[in-house]
Each structure stands twice: as C-alpha cells, then as structure tokens.
C-alpha cells in the first residue's frame, strides 16, 4: 500500500549522510528529538489514527517551542526565539507530557 502510494506520486527514496549540515544533517536531528519523544512515550503502546495525531501535534509543539537565542534571566530583558514565534509571532502555549525529555539541538 505504502509503495504503491510512492508509485503513484513518484516519490523516491534518497539517502543522506546523516551528521553533514549540508546534506540535511540539522532536519535529520530534528527527526531524531521526535523519534526520540515517540520511543519515550509510547515504548510499546499501539495508538490510534487520533491519538497518534495528538501527540505529534504535541511533540511538534514541544519542538517548536525550543529557545534558538539565549534566554536571560532578567523579567526585563528580551524573549527568546523559538521556531514557533518565526512562524506564528507569537509564544505558543506548551502542555508537555510528563515524562517526555526533548534534548535541543
């Protein structure tokens, strides 16, 4: 089903080196924190299509909410960037789940 899927839109594998920056190394990271977050969470619990949107949705909000600049500890001083704040302009409000270590990149 899935092959055929990939047949059917001539979508291609291709393999890249996973550490060089220049050929994707930084989104293949990202790849890792999420695979990371699902092994963590569900070891070896089967979810449903919904529950399982769910909780990317919530991975992905955990991910974007990661500071890119340094955070100050003064109540004064600037907000930190995160991705979410790029795409959205504005802090995105986290519910983490207990349990769940998101290492930054």
């Known amino acids: 089903m899935v092959k055929?899927?990939?047949?059917?839109?001539?979508?291609?594998?291709?393999?890249?080196?996973?550490?060089?920056?220049?050929?994707g190394g930084f989104y293949e990271r990202l790849i890792r924190s999420v695979k990371l977050a699902l092994r963590k969470i569900l070891s070896k619990t089967t979810l449903c299509r919904e529950e399982l949107e769910t909780l990317l949705i919530e991975i992905e909000v955990g991910l974007n909410s990661r500071p890119l600049t340094y955070v100050f500890s003064e109540f004064q001083e600037p907000v930190p960037l995160t991705p979410a704040r790029m795409l959205l302009g504005r802090r995105v409000i986290t519910y983490l789940l207990p349990g769940v270590l998101f290492i930054p990149i």
């Open 4 to 23: 055929d899927f990939y047949a059917s839109h001539k979508i291609q594998w291709r393999f890249i080196v996973e550490k060089a920056a220049w050929w």
